[in-house]
């Protein structure tokens, strides 16, 4: 950690820093849950205005007035106007950002635009320990089109002539390292690539600039640190300069020039809107929308802030009372290599995570040993995430979680 | 028209029919919209559960239970739920009917998945007067396989041995006309090809029977007839017999045979699970789940009896009242030939359906001269579309319509 700043490591610390703290006024836009919350990397809180908004989009707009809320209520351009508004916070300027779709569907039509934007090279190169998702639907397109997928470290690749687009992860979403998000778009810009980044763990976890990077493409959820709801709609960001050749296998009609035209052919709309395919899920779109506003005038360099102490809190913390317990910190201790979340090496992890809801701490599981904290800054106080570790420690000391583990290996339940 | 049956010819008749309506009560289930709605077919009326159901879906599940929710409160069972609800109404047996994403997405997957399972025969043959969704990814699916588009009427179409897949809709969006499902899905089997119907404009219109017509895949919306919301999820049915091998190209995390293992490679879980992709819109699939229960105890032979008197009424109107102001019925008027619209081709047709909405009753308008009136039986009385028809005389009567063809054209406004 940044050897400047000292960590917090007492709860009077964190409450000073609560008192300190330039985003305590955002978390009264939230209707924020009675649980200390560190799963805000799968599933960000509730923003206070969603309610009124879905309630008015049910009765008045879908119940009275029906289909001409498409102009009346803005339906139509309600794709276009979410998908501004994220490009705002992951740094690129307006027009280039639809919002749609789920992130899978998304990385497809990406993959595919980016690859045929990019002709005559054999090689989709994926992060071999991304998402799932990520793998998978790489996979896919390359046997659509005929290409090779290399599985590669992100932190040793080296990009080359047969290099036709890249995809990773700009934070991975196990151990919530931060890729090198200039060098590496940089390094496949010079060996000729196009670069794809997945955002699903950084959009709203800290400051991005896809322009200022020349990302070729983005994609990410908005349902983690933006906070958009259950499911809420995917982005897909494409740089302007790929506008014009911009070749997506998902021609559905809203993206066409003249969609009202019911023309013969596929001919597709100019700009980002040629990334709409069909009619896209309204109601939980409202939602996003009315979600996205928490960010209104919010400053990402404080949310980055924020996060930082909030993870080394975490990280300090688990060092210094949580090793004689097994526990090893996996997320990396520089600040440039962290995203918003800290990833803890515990044995019976699972068990412990379980234990940790038992006790009003809602953190995650992932396989085979992996404890995820995700520290979302809009709505978490300092002093929360002190409690969490102290509840944590006090878990693991009372050994709570293996009654969990030896129930379920038929044992006695000490 | 069936000769047996009396058309309704006055708006006694439309009231006999009311009082007589087994239908009557299933519209107390809906927020009922207070214009004469005859656009149903477009986005249909609101349930009255959605409501409360959305609200409890943003405030509790979300809002307190936020990632339990998953299991807590069903969301990771929700796709699968609202699939076989769906499948019920277009007579298919559970576990072979998935709900997500848009239908041209759905689409996509379906004639991917059955152009891979019919290999070696190098046609997709498709409605040249589909709706443009429709056509536009046939010809995306068709360039990723390296296969050909034929454009075809369905009811001259004749499959031959290089027919791979043949996707049609069930009812045509335009002109309303009901295919013979069953001689066409007979017809491209016993040539070897495989049959996708496109149910958008037949769901929750008519009986369907996906199962005994021995289709191979069908996809539809459900806004419409079905009642699902503003772009609430489409619908993707592939029969269980090609399950085993069946092979989709969006190959997301939540399709995988096991979601939470990560594992290295895709493997597509057993049945119908294997068509879910990515994250689902939870909150729009909330509100379908909650609207599909409209259909409980609703008999589809009642909702077909009832449409074709609907639209039996609007085709003898406008033969008996409307053809002197050049309105012509477009609509097949055979009932076996007829889903739940008439098509109306009459002169400044764009004009006529603006100037119905300032006179309370809702159709639409479609390229380039057509009127389109859909009937929704769950929630229309036969004296609404009476007192319809009635508006529409008086509108084209006076002239109202040509008002805006003057102002359009720069003229004097009468």
Redesign the interface.
């Known amino acids: 950690m940044d050897p400047m700043i000292s960590p917090i490591a007492s709860r009077a610390d964190a409450e000073a820093a609560d008192a300190a703290d330039a985003l305590a006024p955002i978390r009264e836009r939230f209707?924020v849950?009675?649980?200390i919350?560190l799963?805000g990397n799968?599933?960000g809180?509730?923003p206070a205005g969603?309610?009124s908004a879905?309630?008015e989009a049910?009765?008045q707009?879908?119940?009275?007035d029906?289909?001409?809320?498409w102009n009346d209520h803005g339906?139509w351009t309600l794709p276009g106007r979410v998908g501004n508004t994220i490009g705002a916070l992951i740094g690129a300027a307006p027009g280039q950002v639809m919002c749609g779709?789920?992130?899978?569907?998304q990385l497809?039509q990406a993959l595919v635009g980016l690859s045929r934007a990019n002709p005559g090279r054999p090689v989709l190169a994926v992060d071999a320990g991304d998402?799932?998702?990520d793998?998978?639907?790489t996979?896919?397109v390359a046997r659509?089109?005929g290409l090779t997928v290399e599985r590669v470290d992100p932190n040793r690749f080296v990009p080359d002539g047969r290099t036709a687009v890249v995809a990773f992860s700009a934070v991975n979403f196990?151990t919530g390292e931060l890729r090198d998000l200039a060098g590496i778009t940089d390094a496949v810009h010079a060996a000729g690539g196009l670069m794809c980044w997945d955002l699903a763990h950084a959009a709203g976890a800290l400051p991005l600039d896809v322009d200022g990077l020349g990302a070729d493409a983005a994609v990410g959820?908005t349902?983690k640190y933006l906070c958009g709801?259950?499911?809420?709609?995917?982005f897909l960001y494409v740089a302007e300069r790929h506008h014009p050749s911009l070749d997506l296998?998902?021609?559905?009609?809203?993206g066409?020039a003249e969609?009202?035209?019911?023309?013969?052919?596929?001919r597709p709309a100019a700009g980002i809107e040629r990334a709409r395919?069909?009619?896209?899920?309204?109601?939980?779109?409202i939602?996003t929308e009315a979600a996205l506003t928490v960010w209104e005038g919010v400053s990402l360099s404080d949310v980055r802030a924020k996060s930082l102490a909030l993870t080394d809190l975490i990280v300090t913390f688990a060092d210094g009372h949580l090793s004689p317990f097994g526990v090893e910190v996996v997320t990396p201790r520089e600040h440039h290599r962290r995203g918003s979340q800290v990833a803890l090496r515990v044995p019976h992890a699972f068990e412990l995570s379980r234990a940790l809801?038992a006790r009003g701490v809602?953190g995650?599981f992932?396989?085979p040993d992996v404890l995820r904290l995700g520290v979302a800054p809009l709505y978490l106080r300092h002093s929360q995430v002190w409690d969490a570790m102290e509840i944590l420690a006090g878990v693991l000391a009372a050994n709570e979680h293996l009654d969990a583990v030896f129930a379920r290996r038929g044992g006695a339940v000490t």
């Open positions: 209707a849950p009675e649980a919350y799963d799968s599933l809180a509730l969603v309610a879905m309630a049910v009765n707009a879908w119940g009275q029906l289909i001409a809320s339906w779709d789920s992130t899978s569907v497809f998402f799932p998702t793998r998978y639907i996979d896919s659509l089109l196990a959820c349902y709801g259950p499911g809420s709609p995917a296998p998902l021609a559905g009609w809203h066409h969609p009202f035209a019911m023309a013969d052919r596929y395919v069909g009619t896209p899920p309204i109601l939980s779109m939602a809801i809602i995650d992932r396989p």
